[in-house]
Nanobody, 124 residues
Framework: QVQLVESGGGLVQPGESLRLSCAAS????????VGWFRQAPGKERALVAA????????YYEDSVKGRFTISRDNAKNTGYLQVNSLKPEDTAVYYC?????????????????WGQGTQVTVSS
């Protein structure tokens, strides 16, 4: 079984940046696609970025494309989400999840393991 531990969230002003990390235990990390989801108050949890097992194939939701960068270091069993040029509408709890398939997937039920979430708040 895989355990995910997230870090890197915080309170920032508009235009600032954060680097979110997702540290995985176990040896299955390199065989799993990674997805980052976010959930804002009053909204449903939504996929914002995903990468396949190698980090070579990625997906970004339109509102974050060009500002967010997803990556992974399989040797460290760690995934990352670099979030730049943050806007107030980016405020949400951000969750890391591992899929049971190695390819990028948009199917929610395929994401089997979830982190605890890390709060990102963008405010003046």
């Amino acid at each position: 079984q895989v355990q995910l531990v997230e870090s890197g969230g915080g309170l920032v002003q508009p235009g600032e940046s954060l680097r979110l990390s997702c540290a995985a235990s176990g040896l299955t990390f390199s065989s799993s696609a990674v997805g980052w989801f976010r959930q804002a108050p009053g909204k449903e949890r939504a996929l914002v970025a995903a990468t396949d097992w190698s980090g070579g194939n990625t997906y970004y939701e339109d509102s974050v494309k060009g500002r967010f960068t997803i990556s992974r270091d399989n040797a460290k069993n760690t995934g990352y989400l670099q979030v730049n040029s943050l806007k107030p509408e980016d405020t949400a709890v951000y969750y890391c999840a591992l899929a049971r398939v190695p390819e990028v997937t948009f199917v929610r039920r395929f994401y089997t393991y979830w982190g605890q979430g890390t709060q990102v708040t963008v405010s003046s």
